[in-house]
């Protein structure tokens, strides 16, 4: 069948059935035409126009052509002239020749399709300048199903190795005294490299597998806890033969419970294996409410092709313990600068239903299975005819899998990428934009442990840079102006999909080059060992830039399913614009957890969170006696994506003790939540594992709780905009959810756990007041609603009640803002501890007083920087102040007079609110105001300050300064809020 697919509806199984195209003409239909130099896959009875026609068995034989294979070093070298046809094996005992120190073809070489399998080994080869082709079927015809081509990169156990540096072989003419080819490719073929550059194309055409991939049929679980397991039956009737390998992924938390099998027999859908499962592999839709169904099925996948390239372990391997020093692909543009604009031509790479494995050398950068190296557009007639990828397995390999890196328009489709060492598809720079990257399955992926590869230096310098994944994910796409639909990462050590998009400084703009595409993707089964060292991560969707793509771009997350992941199914960080729509979360130990860094002056993020359902537990239990002795309690029997008391996720500390299932962390900010559903989030009681860690704590750790909406788990004293909010569109929460909001208490450094706010707009989270007011709801923090009368506190959670561990207030009561203090070094100290009170004579309040630690990230960078939450003037009682007194410390106890120092007030409700700040200085005699705004100082007596009714003021005396200051807006009022700032400096 021809190597194409197409889109075809109906379910998610069928969509990824390769559908039968006939001829040429609907091949340029759907968007990849014909090569216009495609070679026939048999030797054709006249020769064409130029070249001479061999057979690979007379073109070697040195009685027939003397210059077809260089016996001295071992040399096949087909030239600009010649057309071979491999019509017997070559490069192994028994073969014709038995070795092959490097193929080099400047000409053309086809596999010949009407003689039976063929194999072709070779140490390394090059296809150099743009009469160089290597064919391997056709797109018309594929290499003939009863027969198997296969290109094995091999090395006998060292016995065959690449030629020396010297070689007339490395220079662009093949002879001696030529230039000498481009150091890289060099280096690359001497590294047991398949090298296409200059222009050459590189077509290799297997026949297509139906489907590539697909889902177990509904109601169709292996388990084999409960049945015999040697049978499954997907959701299609597939052609796959038997003695074909495939992969049935894992949907459990741990992605190491994919299986391999080996096709025994077939009986339409059903595959008999000969082999029993270890572990259980869901085989069912779930359907709740009858308005959201949830498929957590396998995804089953044929990883055999009759098109094979793959390699043989390196000499160097050789007592290097867990070494996988494996050959690899390399498509670059290469040496000849003779092409207009004096720059070497690219290749034509095009790959249809190719196997690669055992391929990629570990740790090693640019040794990779497959790679697209600097290759510039290869689409830019649209037609993505020049780079394509498609229903290929690439599978077992050692250092990533299909890489792409600063070339655009490259064509990724239907493919399957199994068990990787680093990533599995990955996109190395910002600069790969453009390319289409859909309904491909990526699954496995693992760090390397060994050191790198330490070839001998040379001319070359031929010791490839080390490169190592630490967090190894399946997708990892720097650009998110990529097309990236309806692919599924069925299990990774770190993320499905690892978004990078490049750190700039701080109110720096970057801007993608072309619109997002994401959707209709699903993520699940990540987050590696938990024991492992650091930790293990585990999130579906994952993206921590701090960046700030340009005001008019937004990215768009839609139609995306993530479930088991052990952190969250989906962690977005940024300073732009962000959509999440139409998604589904479940079976997560976070639904979503959207992050920007909180505070105005970077540029704060904006998130809308809409149409999304969010799913705690499922009846999907997974295979819950495989982790630890936790999991098989009466009361728990279910895997848990938290599996120790203590885990942690890489340099993040977390709370000790069972964590909360959520569906939604509250985050930084700004977050609006609109038109989202909540169902079955239940609290369990796992069993007592550790004395009570905080006395303060409502359960003792043996307790894992649940909330629809919760703070940030980690220990963090990152700001928290106040803005966060529930929005007027509905937002339901099914009988099966326990409780709607759990306030965390947090340790006495985690300001984002003590200053989260989740605002209320229509009164849709009921109370237990009952009054379905909007409101805030706020943890148990008293700095947050002292001296207001308004404020409801609720009891302590018990196991499945309904309270939140905090406080409720309703909207018309309080106004809340944000301030944020920044204080430089004086005489090389910085403060790390700011007290901070609301004044009970002048506000109303009761004085009680909130220790905020300063942010540990910005202190290593020099700063001192601390973020709180604060009700602002808008609803005091009458004569009344919102007036605020801080000091500052160091090492916690010592004062701290500051000599410059910014006082950051953002994100009040609206323009006009007036805030009070009284704060520690040097010297105030020698103080200097400056700011966002005219600061006047005209005052004698601190009344004469308080009394006057102009917006911004200030005024010092006695060691302190005092600010009045009033919100307003700035240029972009939604998205970046209000925002007023005075400078204290000290000037001599």
Not at 352 to 375: N, Q, S
Not at 465 to 477: E, I, L, N, R, W
Not at 569 to 596: C, H
Not at 753 to 759: K, M, P, Q, R
Request: aromatic share 12%.
């Amino acid at each position: 069948m021809p190597c194409l697919p197409k889109t075809c509806s109906g379910s998610l199984a069928v969509a990824f059935v390769l559908c039968t195209l006939a001829g040429s003409a609907q091949l340029q239909a759907q968007g990849i035409p014909g090569d216009a130099n495609q070679l026939p896959n048999e030797p054709p009875s006249i020769p064409p126009a130029g070249f001479e026609l061999w057979l690979w068995s007379d073109f070697v034989d040195e009685g027939q052509n003397p210059e077809g294979y260089d016996e001295v070093e071992k040399v096949v070298w087909i030239q600009a002239d010649q057309l071979v046809y491999l019509d017997t094996d070559a490069g192994f005992v028994g073969a014709v020749p038995q070795d092959i120190r490097m193929l080099r073809i400047d000409g053309r070489l086809v596999f010949h399709a009407g003689v039976g399998s063929l194999e072709l080994h070779a140490a390394c080869i090059l296809l150099t300048g743009g009469t160089a082709i290597f064919q391997v079927g056709s797109m018309a015809e594929p290499f003939p199903s009863a027969s198997q081509a296969k290109i094995v990169l091999a090395n006998r156990s060292g016995l065959v190795t690449p030629p020396a540096q010297g070689s007339r072989y490395y220079t662009v003419t093949g002879t001696t005294g030529g230039t000498a080819l481009d150091c890289e490719t060099i280096c690359a073929l001497r590294d047991y490299g398949l090298v296409v550059q200059d222009g050459a194309t590189l077509r290799m055409f297997g026949q297509v597998p139906s489907p590539v991939w697909t889902q177990l049929a509904h109601n169709s679980t292996i388990d084999p806890n409960t049945t015999l397991a040697d049978n499954l039956t997907l959701d299609v009737t597939p052609d796959w033969q038997a003695g074909q390998q495939f992969v049935v992924a894992s949907t459990d938390f741990d992605q190491d419970q994919a299986e391999v099998r080996t096709l025994s027999s077939r009986s339409g859908p059903m595959l008999f294996v000969g082999q029993e499962f270890d572990y259980v592999h869901w085989g069912r839709k779930l359907y709740y409410n009858t308005s959201y169904e949830i498929d957590e099925r396998a995804e089953v996948a044929v990883l055999t092709r009759n098109v094979v390239v793959m390699g043989e372990n390196r000499p160097e391997a050789v007592g290097v313990p867990n070494a996988n020093f494996y050959p690899h692909l390399l498509f670059q543009k290469g040496t000849d600068t003779s092409n207009p604009p004096n720059e070497a031509a690219a290749p034509t790479i095009r790959f249809c239903a190719v196997e690669f494995t055992l391929l990629g050398t570990e740790r090693a950068m640019g040794r990779y299975p497959i790679h697209f190296h600097l290759l510039g557009d290869r689409n830019v007639d649209g037609n993505w005819k020049k780079a394509f990828v498609v229903n290929c397995s690439v599978h077992d390999v050692f250092n990533r899998g299909i890489v792409v890196h600063e070339t655009q328009g490259v064509r990724i489709e239907n493919n399957v990428v199994y068990n990787t060492v680093g990533h599995a598809y990955y996109f190395e720079d910002p600069y790969v934009a453009r390319c289409m990257v859909k309904k491909n399955l990526g699954l496995v992926t693992h760090r390397a442990d060994v050191t790198a590869p330490d070839d001998p230096p040379d001319a070359c310098n031929c010791i490839p840079a080390d490169t190592f994944d630490g967090k190894p994910s399946v997708f990892y796409v720097p650009n998110p102006s990529n097309e990236v639909e309806d692919n599924v990462a069925a299990g990774a050590f770190f993320a499905g999909f690892y978004f990078e998009p490049p750190n700039v400084q701080q109110l720096a703009v970057w801007t993608p080059d072309g619109p997002m595409t994401f959707t209709g993707n699903v993520a699940h089964s990540c987050g590696d060992y938990p024991d492992a060292d650091p930790g293990n991560g585990g999130f579906g969707v994952y993206q921590d830039t701090v960046n700030r793509l340009n005001s008019n771009y937004t990215q768009v997350f839609e139609d995306t399913l993530t479930y088991k992941c052990r952190w969250h199914g989906m962690w977005i960080r940024s300073l732009g614009k962000v959509e999440i729509q139409d998604s589904k979360f479940a079976d997560n130990r976070s639904g979503l957890y959207p992050a920007t860094v909180g505070d105005r002056e970077p540029g704060d993020g904006y998130f809308k969170i809409s149409g999304c359902v969010f799913i705690g537990e499922t009846i999907n239990k997974g295979d819950y006696e495989e982790w630890n002795d936790y999991e098989d309690n009466p009361t728990v029997l279910r895997s848990l994506p938290q599996t120790k008391f203590d885990m942690t996720n890489f340099d993040e500390t977390h709370e000790e003790r069972w964590d909360i299932l959520c569906g939604i962390e509250m985050y930084d900010g700004y977050n609006e939540i609109s038109d989202c559903s909540f169902l079955a989030f239940q609290d369990m009681q796992i069993e007592s594992l550790h004395p009570q860690v905080d006395p303060g704590e409502p359960f003792t750790p043996d307790w894992r709780l649940s909330g629809a909406f919760c703070q940030v788990s980690k220990a963090s004293a990152w700001a928290v905009d106040p803005r966060n909010q529930i929005s007027m569109a509905p937002v339901l929460f099914d009988t099966t959810v326990k409780r709607k909001v759990y306030m965390r208490n947090g340790g006495a450094d985690s300001e984002q756990i003590h200053n989260t706010l989740v605002y209320d707009v229509a009164g849709q989270i009921d109370p237990w007041s009952g009054s379905n007011d909007p409101g805030y709801y706020l943890p148990k923090n008293p700095f947050l609603v002292d001296g207001n009368a308004a404020a409801i506190a609720s009891a302590d959670n018990v196991l499945g009640g309904e309270s939140l561990n905090g406080y409720w207030v309703p909207d018309a009561a309080v106004a809340y803002a944000q301030l944020y203090v920044k204080a430089s070094p004086s005489a090389g100290v910085l403060p790390d501890l700011m007290r901070i009170r609301r004044d009970p004579t002048r506000s109303g309040g009761t004085g009680v007083t909130y220790d905020c630690h300063a942010i540990p990230e910005q202190l290593d960078l020099n700063s001192s920087e601390f973020a709180v939450n604060l009700q602002t003037s808008e609803a005091l009682p009458s004569g009344k102040l919102a007036y605020y007194s801080f000091d500052l410390f160091s090492q916690g106890t010592t004062a701290f007079l500051p000599k410059d120092i910014t006082i950051n007030y953002y994100f009040a409700e609206a323009a006009g609110e007036v805030l009070y700040v009284e704060l520690p200085f040097a010297n105030t005699a020698q103080a200097q105001v400056a700011g966002s705004e005219t600061f006047v100082n005209e005052f004698t007596t601190l009344d004469q300050f308080l009394a006057d009714s102009r917006p911004n003021l200030w005024y010092a005396q006695g060691g302190r300064v005092y600010l009045k200051m009033t919100s307003a807006f700035g240029q972009n009022t939604q998205f970046d809020g209000t925002e007023v700032w005075a400078r204290v400096v000290l000037v001599p």
